[in-house]
């Protein structure tokens, strides 16, 4: 989501929460994922950890 990650209901898909996150500018787009606990983004050639 563009205004943070959103955090989803397994079993219908529905948006449950959202946590923000500032971006910046970054007009593209960002792929998640996790390492252990800390949630990663990569946006364009930067891997950024959110804690």
């Not at 929460?17 to 800390?38: A, F, N, Y």
């Amino acid at each position: 989501m563009p205004a943070g990650l959103a955090a989803l209901d397994p079993a219908t898909g529905a948006v449950t929460s959202t946590i923000p996150v500032d971006r910046g500018d970054r007009p593209g787009p960002v792929r998640v994922g996790p390492l252990g606990t800390t949630p990663l983004e990569q946006r364009g050639r930067t891997l950024v950890a959110l804690r």
